[in-house]
């Protein structure tokens, strides 16, 4: 973690304030002065602001239920941010894991550990993704195999890897992807020559949505575990 980060998470200091103390000379890590803001530090150092040792303040691991038309960003934009549901101190040193478009609904996860969240999105965590989907047409059953073999997408050399497609009606399905990419979901059925109507995010890894549009959680010891 960054020096300026832990002071941030261990400290009622702001931002600002987090690089003056750190600046001026007043932060040691191990018995020296550290003025870099940038410097890692890790969990076995002993962190200290004039002379008292620093204690980040435990991670928090949650999950929402996200409505339509908001976003997955801790600012508001063309549409209010998603964070707005969550009323607790230090919000701002939350970030959201694996991003949904406005329009989409369901599982959100929101943390302030970069590195739980890096581990839950970076490519070499097959971290399955499961996804229901409405669509504008009557799904082909031939779209079974396609999924499963991959998908190449339009702008892109290399097809999608393998997704499960489970056709619960002629115009819902249930897609299972271990990969992210740019609107990939959308792009996938536009590729097969149909389109989203309404994609809604169920289940990431072994956690499932339990809860109502707009409400959040603390996730379980077990379900933060389950992705380390």
Partial sequence: MRLDKFVLKSTLCTKSEVTEQISLGHIRVNGAVNTDITSQVHEDNVIQLNGQTLVTRPFRYMLMHKQADTLCSNVDGHYPSLLNNI???????????????????????????????????????????????????????????????????QGES??????????????????????????QVKRMFFAIGNRVNALHRQQIG????????GEWRDLTADEVSSFQ
């Fill in 158 to 183: 290399k097809p999608t890897l393998p997704a499960e497609l489970i056709i619960m009606s002629a115009k819902e399905v249930l897609l299972s992807l271990t990969e992210g990419r740019y609107h």
């Fill in 87 to 153: 009323d607790i101190n230090h919000k701002d040193e939350l970030h959201i894991v694996g991003r949904l478009d406005a329009d989409t609904t369901g599982l959100v996860l929101i943390t302030d550990d970069g590195r739980w969240s890096y581990n839950i999105t970076r490519p070499e965590c097959v971290c399955t993704k499961v996804y229901r989907v409405q669509l504008a047409k009557p799904i082909n059953i031939d779209a079974v195999a396609l999924f499963k073999q991959g998908i190449l997408l």
């Fill in 206 to 213: 072994n956690v499932s949505l339990d809860i109502v549009a």
